[in-house]
């Protein structure tokens, strides 16, 4: 059975970078600039406050797990109305390893936490993310701070295959905390596979992306009729049945592309009756045509 989360999070390629403990301690608040890339954390000790930009603020206590697909502006608070202190997100992330404090250098901190940042090496990740709910704030999952933990120890050290242990855990932790959101996740692709009838058509067009697939022919599928299903899927997904087919077709082509797949085969693997059939489509998506695409993706 095709997984549709797990093949979007494949295609993202999700590499760890950076890795630490956070701690504030007494009035403390620090205002990080939009980062872009992909953060996460979890809350070990205390609480604190966080506010995101765009986002209601959140009360984070021990035990919480906090992912940000495409990390935008955020503050970081002990609670207290401080004026905070402007951190620059990258500059962070290179910062030398150790605990990062926060407000009062000395003595115990109030709130301790194990956050870090990684990226997705897809150059599609744009409309990936676009799928992905932009805050996710979990309770009470100790599978995710075990994960995030063990992201901690390994970055820490420097054991062989450290990087591919640090990607194959942070593709689990990206998929066991998308995949607890579920229902309550903005319309994308989590709340898609939280319906069941909007499921079973995703799961189709993942499964067989290059058959020729009609609106109906997948609405039968989800046994509901044409109308119904469309408003369902779009309301879900937050794009129409075709637009979303259409989308994951060009991400798929993409891949293929860069693996330097021939153009025949892409073409015939994303549905498409010729390779010139699909070169106007892939220029019309992309801006540019595949054969350009494919050599200046070898060149990054």
């Keep these: 059975m095709p997984d549709p989360l797990a093949d979007v999070i494949a295609l993202l390629q999700p590499r760890a970078v950076f890795s630490k403990t956070i701690s504030g301690a007494g009035s403390w608040a620090v205002r990080y600039s939009a980062f872009g890339e992909p953060s996460f954390c979890t809350m070990l000790t205390g609480r604190c406050v966080l506010a995101v930009e765009g986002e209601k603020p959140i009360a984070l206590e021990a035990g919480d797990f906090v992912l940000m697909p495409a990390t935008p502006?955020?503050?970081?608070?002990?609670?207290?109305?401080?004026?905070?202190?402007?951190?620059?997100?990258?500059?962070?992330?290179v910062a030398p390893r150790g605990e990062l404090r926060h407000g009062r250098r000395g003595g115990t901190p109030d709130a301790r936490m194990l956050g870090g940042y990684f990226r997705f090496e897809s150059p599609d990740a744009g409309l990936l993310v676009s799928l992905l709910p932009a805050l996710v704030h979990l309770r009470g999952i100790e599978r995710?701070?075990?994960?995030?933990?063990?992201?901690?120890?390994?970055?820490?050290?420097?054991?062989?295959?450290?990087?591919?242990?640090?990607a194959r855990l942070?593709?689990?932790l990206l998929i066991e905390a998308l995949r607890s959101t579920g229902s309550e996740a903005p319309p994308g692709l989590l709340r898609g596979l939280a319906d069941a009838r909007v499921a079973a058509a995703l799961?189709?067009?993942h499964?067989?992306?290059?058959?020729?697939?009609?609106?109906?022919?997948?609405?039968?599928?989800?046994a509901l009729s044409r109308s119904a299903f469309f408003d369902r899927f779009s309301r879900a997904v937050g794009m129409p049945p075709m637009e979303y087919l259409l989308a994951w077709r060009m991400a798929l082509a993409?891949?293929?592309?860069?693996?330097?797949?021939?153009?025949a085969d892409v073409a015939e693997r994303v549905?498409?009756?010729?390779?010139?059939?699909?070169?106007?489509?892939?220029?019309?998506?992309?801006?540019?045509?595949?054969?350009?695409?494919a050599r200046e993706a070898g060149l990054e």
Excluded: C
């Design 207 to 222: 499964r067989d992306p290059s058959r020729s697939w009609t609106v109906e022919e997948l609405a039968g599928k989800a």
């Design 254 to 263: 993409k891949d293929l592309l860069r693996r330097d797949v021939a153009l």
């Design 271 to 293: 549905g498409y009756g010729s390779a010139s059939t699909f070169s106007t489509a892939f220029s019309r998506h992309v801006g540019r045509p595949p054969g350009r695409y």
């Design 170 to 172: 942070v593709e689990i």
């Design 144 to 166: 995710l701070s075990t994960l995030v933990q063990l992201v901690g120890e390994e970055t820490a050290g420097n054991r062989a295959g450290r990087e591919l242990v640090l």
């Design 73 to 93: 502006g955020f503050t970081l608070s002990g609670g207290e109305p401080v004026e905070p202190v402007p951190v620059d997100a990258r500059q962070a992330a």
């Design 203 to 205: 799961r189709l067009m």
